[in-house]
């Protein structure tokens, strides 16, 4: 049950201690072990201390790929803001001329 609960790479690596463990009890010595165990620690961080460089590759095709994309994005909203800010200026023009000629209506009426 426990074991089950356990990451892969431990899962790989119990079997190895829980058979050293026992032969511990029967009486082979914790120096024969060590070596094991220490290429069994050096056998699971081997990927990650030196890396398969086609998954590195593919990694950062991929994470470029996505700046790509993220890009275009931005792009396109920036687009469509500086439509809607030319929108607005155009309707902020035709409410200013509009206040100008309720000016002139009223002084040319007195008011």
Do not use: C
């Not at 356990?6 to 690596?13: A, E, R, S």
């Not at 032969?23 to 069994?40: M, N, Q």
């Not at 990650?48 to 993220?70: G, M, Y």
């Amino acid at each position: 049950m426990l074991f089950e609960m356990l990451p892969v790479g431990i899962k790989n690596i119990m079997p190895g201690i829980l058979l050293g463990s026992n032969l511990l009890k029967k009486g082979v010595s914790w120096r024969g072990l060590k070596g094991s165990v220490i290429f069994a620690l050096g056998f699971h961080t081997h990927g990650v201390l030196f890396p398969d460089p086609e998954r590195v590759l593919q990694e950062a095709t991929e994470s470029v790929d996505e700046a790509k994309s993220l890009s275009e994005e931005y792009y396109a909203q920036l687009d469509e803001l500086t439509e809607n800010k030319k929108v607005l200026d155009d309707a902020m023009q035709l409410y200013l001329a509009g206040i100008a000629e309720l000016k002139e209506l009223k002084e040319a009426n007195g008011l």
